[in-house]
């Protein structure tokens, strides 16, 4: 089956810095990577849509200065948290959809703890 | 506004009794609805959704678009089945997915 991976699964980073998670289909092209965010015991929310080649689409009330998302290729696509906050900690998930297929594979999911 | 809600945050049952997650959703066009399976320490994976009408792991999910609802059901609960289960929508001509807030199943020996 389709495969999609994320890294790091887990950082810590200090208020003020930036960090970079990615977000890989390793098996297949994934024309359409989607970013969630999950608070503990909660559900997943839907932060961006982002398709291959284009701007990513941001749900309403997502700051998209603040969560940069590239989909540069049809296999990787980042999430880039900047000038991080406690606030942000979260857990952040990708899921990818290829060009022919309608589900969605989801990756493992990034724990971020920002200090 | 689409909405997902799933009001059991917990459904504990024994083994081989009868099994069912309740799911009712807020669209106003028509919508995909999908149950996602989350088993610990693993990530999120489909279930089923209710254009294929399959069956899967003995799950069966009927859309009754009347009671907008998509509930998740078994007719005999396996201790496997224990994990989290959320049930999401996505709306005309998007793939991008609502989820429920989930409910937890607890499937005692």
């Known amino acids: 089956g389709a495969v999609v991976s994320q890294h790091p699964s887990w950082v810590i980073c200090k208020s003020g810095t930036s960090v970079k998670i990615e977000c890989r289909s390793l098996?297949?092209?994934?024309?359409?990577m989607f970013w969630y965010r999950q608070f503990p015991k909660q559900s997943l929310m839907l932060m961006a849509t982002?398709?291959?080649?284009?701007?990513?689409?941001?749900e309403q009330g997502v700051e998209k200065d603040k969560f940069l998302i590239n989909h540069a290729s049809l296999t990787l696509s980042t999430l880039t948290v900047t000038s991080a906050h406690p606030e942000d900690s979260s857990f952040y998930i990708c899921?990818?959809?290829?060009?022919?297929?309608?589900?969605?594979?989801f990756g493992p999911g990034t724990r971020l703890t920002v200090t | 506004a689409q909405r997902v809600t799933q009001p059991e945050k917990l459904l504990s049952v024994f083994k081989g009794a009868p099994v069912e997650l309740k799911c009712n959703y807020s669209?106003?066009?028509?919508?995909?609805l999908f149950w996602y399976v989350q088993y610990s320490r693993q990530r999120l994976q489909l279930l089923l959704r209710?254009?294929s009408r399959e069956s899967i792991k003995g799950f069966t999910a009927d859309l009754n678009k009347g009671e907008t609802s998509f509930h998740l059901k078994k007719p005999f609960a396996q201790e496997e089945d224990s994990a989290m289960y959320y049930c999401?929508?996505?709306?005309?001509?998007?793939?991008?997915?609502?989820f429920g807030s989930g409910t937890r199943l607890q499937v005692q020996p």
């Open positions: 899921s990818a959809t290829g060009r022919d297929n309608y589900e969605q594979y």
């Open positions: 098996d297949f092209q994934a024309t359409t």
């Open positions: 982002s398709n291959e080649g284009s701007k990513a689409t941001y």
């Open positions: 669209y106003s066009g028509s919508p995909e």
């Open positions: 209710h254009i």
């Open positions: 999401a929508l996505s709306g005309t001509g998007r793939r991008a997915l609502t």
